[in-house]
């Protein structure tokens, strides 16, 4: 298969990058002047920027699906500039890719991100550093794309690094604060925690195949079956896959916000709102899940780390579930939630669904961006309100000062309704597909990595997120109101501008689902986005079946069998097709068709009763919720506090690290120095015996002070006169000590 | 001549200054005339990149002249891709420094002007000879000016700095002197009583790895020790590195610079140029040793960065800690590591450069370096905020700067030598980015409540011109490295090859190479694509056959000398 050498990829990720830079330096040297920075040309360049990115974007979809097709129907475009480093083991070239996979995602990050600078205009107007804002949100854009553009790891790993750093700077953009401050860097380090073995997965894999491109890689990820599947330490301890697949994948943990490394998100909410719905939401917090379904067919060669994979999701998703319940804060419930949600996509890459994963994460970005900008106009609506009655005292985020909004917000209040019955899973909205594919996959027979145990944990967590997002519906938009009187009055809705990226986002959220309805369900156009996938994991499930020999060695070593039946006599576009390509094929027969529809009436039902449960307990029975709570106790108040884990990670790692430094610090100052100082006044000690002399310039060095530097230059002197030998030789004796210990050791 | 010119032309710049008085120049002159000889200097080393041929073999630009004859010390200079990036980034890094000091200095300028200039000359004669003896004069040359610049403009403990490290560096050229003159003897009783330093020449009798010389190891064990002692000191290498902190924080602004910038890749360097080609087998055997130092100093390093509470210090540290990425991918032996390697003493030099003058800026105007005197700076000065941000990012490894090439590359080597090892090196980058983004958040961030810092200026002109170079040669090696793969390329590849031919059994027993050639036969990227780095031929020869093929510096043939060098070498050669 050719690839298609399409330049205009490379404006996809230059207009963001201009848009960052020019508005960056024009920001600078206007606020040197101590001219103003006029908003319209800030925005002018950001939107303009992200615009033409998103028109670029859309260009490449269309001519990538009028491109031709390999014999397998994969299409691919791509566009290298130059070789960016080059050594005798790997060649690494500056390479954007726009495949299957990546085209969704350029689409989902282009063009979220562009309603989301929009929807930025109103909400940060009259900031402080607002050009600093915008330039930040377009180097986000640019650092993302290259992220799903990149056509190598390393690519991938900038570009990675890139959306990190912009993470880092937008959290901390209010950052005369020092709560913001702390919390951009804790996002930083937490996600390196994650960087780090993301760095070591890309070693294996650039040491074992000898490249990093992503291409070369998974094709000959057949031909490597042997070396990959060889035990690390000799002829035992986990396969080189799986450590290299778990290395990966403690990178998406750390982006991805899971469990451990999920601390960070929740204390991301600090950046403005938008950029919560942007990067913590939408895009950037996703990218853990394109990059497993990017190296799926490593993983699937893997069955510990798939399992790894699943489990991690679904109890992150299970205890973020726990905690969004408990929260109080707007912004808190929807970060839990997105955790929660991103341990669904992991769900679906760990039980093979990588297209559902991608599905989801797609529908997620719709949804939650919406909720996220819908919360941000409730919280900018309540803060003027509060600005206009002269209170400084309440939060204009704390859901239980809010209640019965949706009278003074109409708009948001309809758009946050349908976004909160799209996470609710509730047909046909776009997470009602979304969601059910991934419970479906996780549950079918036939599925060697799906587990009826992690079927029933997800469908729970299904429940669990309608409970939660009615409570925060119930909370802020239903009831009788909690905010003050003449505070109520002075909710306004905001300008369209704002709205209508939300509405937008609505709509998207109702209807985004609807490009891949399921087969049982649907008639004629189903499943539109698998197809649109598909060949792209077929691509390099073919190259493995490939393989003979290959597969024999992976079945003698125990391997997944499912890749051996790949090579049979199945065609690519075989029976069972409709389920995605990566999952071992079962027939689509009468019994599963019952079980699939059975299994989204029970969706459906938990679904309802999750939203029924949270309007009756917020709305209508208060007193049997503190009933609930107090029997809870100890349990309720543990989840309340997220478990204590960051308490946990500040008394471990923090203070440990901490601790350590400051006693090696002590033991640098006290012992290693304190014997070079000890050497040099053994020496004078030695020289004042031997030369009876008056030198006595070490000690008078130590002391160090008011000494005038006609006597260093004396002293200089007096040392090449000769009166140092001794001293050399002392110190050369007590250093070679120190050589021996050093070696004997 | 080009080169000789190089060496010599800031001495040209140290005449007019001390001239000044009797052509009656104010001495307010002397920074002119400093700035104006670097400049010159600058602009003259850069015909060296422009016109360094990076597929030739051995060294070019070379002078060679008789100097003490009866010792066979000749006055040898040339240049090879790892010296003549070197020589640029000294030649730039002393622009900077003089011209970053034009408001801190107020005292005794000529004098300090000058000796920025002496220094210049013996730093880029270090990185140029190729006698031994010759360097070793340079390396000396290089501590004076240093001392004084640390004893006379430095800060409060000023003397206690300078003497220690004079002392400290001293004794380590001491030792490296004993290490020079054994290899010194061992060639002229090997040769049959021909005398030289020659660096070249003296390849051709590599010292005994075999036999007893002292407790039951060989001479070449000890040469090597001894050599060490002075490059780690240097470097510095912990345990050897306990003069560093106190003498940067002592220094004034331009001596930082230099001395974080230049004067510690200089022990990295004499490692590359001296002990590995001279003594490869003793490299060989001591590198675990080497490496297990340079992990200890990347992890401490960066924990006692972690915990400082001065600037100076804390960056000091962190160049232990960077400075142990350089040494670990040294001592991997294998392309990958020493590629890296010298990329990442050029990044170090420009990154920890870049972050020392930002410190002196500060300090300029506050006179304090101490954390705990700044916060909320962000709001008050945004360019200096930039740039600030900048220098950390590159400093912390952040791909797209130059920092990530050289530390990506330096673990891909070790990562080839030991899993384990490179993770912990990469735990390192985990650190660096605790420590900087901690000490960004204090100085930066937050809210500016100290009232002293309210008045704050922002950088001038001159002041964000200090940095430019530096800030676009990040972007430039970060965005663009290949052109300094390339240049890097023949020196890397030379010096990898002799060690790799020196034993081969030892050789890959330490480094892991034969599994991996049998790994990645089929994506070995090296020569199999248009623009890779190989001889298009080359290609097609086997791995090891082009060990022998390649020619490593261009050994002169004298006598018969040629057959026993390849008999004592011992196998695969056929010439």
């Not at chain 2, 004669?125 to 004069?137: C, I, N, R, T």
């Not at chain 2, 004794?171 to 002197?177: A, C, K, R, T, W």
């Not at chain 2, 170090?348 to 003058?357: I, V, Y």
Request: aromatic letters at 12%; glycine letters at 10%; one cysteine or more.
């Amino acid at each position: 298969m050719e690839f298609q050498n399409w330049w205009p990829l490379a404006l996809v990720v230059l207009f963001p990058a201009i848009g960052a830079v020019s508005n960056g330096l024009l920001g600078l040297v206007n606020q040197r002047r101590g001219k103003p920075n006029k908003e319209m040309v800030v925005s002018a360049i950001a939107l303009g920027a992200s615009f033409a990115a998103f028109l670029v974007a859309t260009w490449g979809v269309l001519a990538l699906v009028n491109a031709p097709a390999d014999e397998a129907g994969y299409r691919v475009l791509s566009y290298e500039p130059y070789t960016w480093i080059v050594s005798e083991l790997i060649k690494v070239p500056i390479k954007l890719v726009l495949d299957p996979l990546s085209a969704v995602m350029v689409l989902v990050v282009t063009g979220v991100g562009f309603l989301i600078h929009v929807y930025s205009v109103g909400y940060m107007h009259g900031e402080e550093g607002y050009y600093r804002y915008f330039a930040y949100l377009n180097l986000f854009m640019f650092s993302m794309l290259i992220l799903v553009l990149g056509g190598n790891f390393l690519l991938l790993f900038v570009g990675w690094e890139g959306v990190g750093l912009c993470s880092y700077l937008l959290i901390g953009y209010y950052f005369t604060k020092d709560f913001a401050a702390t919390a951009g860097k804790k996002a930083f380090v937490v996600n390196r925690v994650g960087d780090f073995g993301f760095l070591i997965g890309i070693l294996f894999v650039a040491t074992i195949f000898g490249t990093l491109d992503f291409d070369t890689v998974l094709k000959s990820v057949g031909e490597h079956q042997a070396a990959l599947l060889t035990p690390l330490l000799g002829s035992w301890g986990p396969t080189v896959i799986t450590v290299l697949t778990l290395s990966l994948f403690v990178g998406a943990m750390g982006k991805s916000a899971q469990i451990p490394l999920y601390v960070w998100l929740p204390d991301a909410m600090a950046g403005p709102t938008p950029v919560s719905a942007l990067i913590h939401a939408a895009t950037m917090v996703t990218a853990g899940v394109y990059m497993v379904v990017r190296c799926s067919p490593l993983f699937l060669l893997s069955p510990t780390s798939m399992a790894v994979v699943a489990w991690i999701g679904v109890l992150t998703s299970l205890m973020a579930a726990l905690i969004a319940m408990t929260q109080t804060d707007i912004k808190k419930v929807l970060a839990y939630s997105t955790v929660s949600q991103l341990g669904y996509m992991f769900v679906a890459c760990g039980v093979g669904a990588f297209g559902a994963a991608i599905f989801h994460l797609m529908t997620h970005a719709f949804f939650k961006a919406c909720l996220f900008l819908g919360s941000g106009c409730v919280i900018h609506a309540m803060h003027h309100a509060y600005h206009h009655t002269g209170d400084g005292e309440s939060d204009p985020q704390d859901m239980r000062n809010m209640g019965g909004l949706w009278a003074r917000l109409p708009w948001t209040f309809l758009a946050f309704l349908l976004a909160t019955m799209a996470i609710a899973g509730l047909p046909p909205l776009s997470g009602f597909f979304s969601k059910d594919e991934i419970l479906w996959k996780a549950f079918m027979p036939g599925n060697e990595y799906g587990s009826f145990a992690i079927w029933l944990i997800g469908w729970v967590v299904a429940g669990m997120t309608a409970f939660y997002m009615f409570r925060l519906l119930a909370m802020t938009f239903l009831g009788t109101t909690r905010v003050k009187r003449e505070t109520f009055h002075q909710v306004h809705e905001l300008p369209w501008t704002m709205l209508a990226p939300v509405l937008v986002l609505a709509v998207l959220s109702v209807a985004g689902g609807w490009i891949n309805i399921p087969q049982v369900l649907g008639s004629e156009s189903t499943e539109r986005l698998h197809h649109f996938l598909e060949p792209q994991f077929e691509r390099y499930r073919l190259e493995m079946g490939a393989s003979d020999h290959g597969v024999a060695e992976l079945e003698s070593a125990g391997g997944p069998v499912g890749l051996g039946e790949v090579s049979g006599d199945r065609s690519p576009r075989g029976a069972g097709h409709e389920l995605l390509a990566t999952v071992p094929a079962g027939g689509h027969g009468e019994l599963e068709v019952k079980q699939e529809l059975s299994l989204i009436w029970f969706s459906v039902a938990i679904g309802v009763m999750g939203m029924v449960l949270a309007g009756w307990l917020y709305l209508k029975a208060p007193e049997v919720l503190e009933l609930i709570r107090s029997r809870l106790g100890r349990f309720y108040d543990v989840v309340v506090n997220k478990f204590y884990v960051d308490e946990f990670y500040e008394a471990t790692f923090v203070d440990g690290t901490k601790k350590l430094g400051e006693n090696l610090a002590k033991f640098d100052l006290a012992r290693i120095d304190g014997l070079v100082n000890g050497v040099a006044k053994a020496t004078v000690w030695t020289s004042k015996k031997s030369v009876r002399g008056d030198l006595n310039f070490i000690d008078s060095a130590v002391n160090g002070v008011g000494e005038s530097i006609m006597r260093a230059g004396l002293v200089l002197r007096r040392i090449q006169m000769g009166s140092a030998q001794g001293y050399i030789v002392v110190m050369a004796a007590g250093l070679f000590a120190l050589i021996v210990v050093f070696v004997l050791l | 001549m080009l080169l000789t010119f190089l060496i010599f032309f800031p001495l040209v710049g140290v005449a007019a200054i001390a001239l000044m008085p009797t052509f009656g120049l104010d001495k307010s002159y002397a920074k002119w005339l400093a700035t104006l000889t670097a400049g010159i200097e600058l602009l003259c080393s850069v015909p060296l990149w422009i016109g360094f041929d990076a597929g030739a073999t051995g060294f070019q630009w070379e002078t060679k002249v008789a100097w003490i004859e009866s010792f066979g010390i000749e006055y040898h200079i040339g240049v090879d891709g790892l010296s003549m990036v070197l020589v640029i980034l000294t030649a730039l890094l002393s622009l900077i420094s003089i011209y970053c000091s034009f408001s801190g200095i107020t005292e005794r300028e000529r004098e300090f002007y000058a000796f920025l200039l002496l220094l210049e000359t013996g730093m880029i004669g270090a990185f140029v000879s190729l006698d031994l003896f010759l360097f070793y004069v340079f390396w000396e040359v290089m501590l004076v000016p240093m001392y004084f610049l640390i004893g006379v403009w430095g800060g409060e403990q000023k003397l206690y700095a300078a003497i220690k490290f004079f002392l400290y560096t001293l004794f380590g050229s001491v030792l490296m002197l004993i290490g020079i003159l054994l290899i010194y003897f061992h060639y002229k009783e090997a040769s049959g009583g021909l005398s030289t330093f020659d660096l070249v020449k003296l390849m051709q009798f590599p010292l005994s790895a075999q036999g007893d010389f002292f407790l039951g190891k060989s001479t070449q064990w000890w040469a090597f020790l001894l050599l060490f002692v002075g490059f780690a000191i240097k470097v510095p290498m912990v345990p050897f590195h306990t003069w560093l902190p106190d003498a940067h924080v002592q220094a004034p602004t331009a001596g930082s610079v230099i001395l974080a910038g230049v004067l510690l890749k200089m022990g990295a360097y004499a490692f590359l140029r001296f002990s590995l080609p001279l003594l490869p087998e003793a490299s060989i055997a001591w590198a675990p040793f080497l490496m297990t130092l340079s992990l200890v100093a990347i992890i401490y390093g960066a924990l006692v960065a972690m915990m400082q509470s001065d600037m100076k210090k804390l960056i000091a540290y962190s160049s232990v800690s960077h400075m142990g990425f350089v040494t670990a991918g040294i001592f991997a032996l294998n392309y990958e590591g020493i590629a890296g390697g010298t990329i990442q003493m050029v990044n170090h030099g420009l990154s920890t450069g870049a972050l020392f003058l930002i410190v002196g800026l500060i300090y300029e105007r506050r006179h304090t370096k101490a954390i705990a005197d700044f916060g909320g700076l962000s709001a008050k000065m945004p360019v200096y905020a930039m740039l600030f941000l900048i220098a950390t990012l590159s400093s912390i490894g952040m791909p797209g700067l130059n920092g990530f090439i050289g530390e990506f590359t330096i673990l891909l080597g070790i990562f080839q030598v030991s899993k384990v090892w490179a993770a912990i090196a990469a735990l390192g980058i985990i650190m660096g980015a605790a420590y900087m983004l901690w000490l960004y958040q204090r100085v930066m961030f937050g809210p500016c409540d100290k009232p002293e810092n309210q008045a704050l200026k922002d950088l001038d002109l001159r002041e964000i011109l200090t940095l430019a170079p530096l800030i676009v040669l990040m972007f430039w090696i970060g965005l663009y490295p290949k052109p300094l793969f390339e240049k890097l390329d023949t020196s890397t590849r030379a010096t990898v090859e002799w060690v790799r031919k020196a034993n081969e059994a030892s050789y890959g027993a330490y480094t892991n190479y034969k599994h991996r050639t049998s790994l990645q036969q089929s994506h070995g990227v090296a020569g199999k694509e248009e623009g890779s780095l190989l001889a298009p031929e080359s290609a097609a020869v086997s791995r090891s056959d082009r060990v022998s093929g390649q020619v490593v510096w261009s050994l002169p043939r004298e006598g018969g000398d040629w057959d026993r060098h390849s008999a004592s070498v011992g196998g695969g050669e056929s010439r």
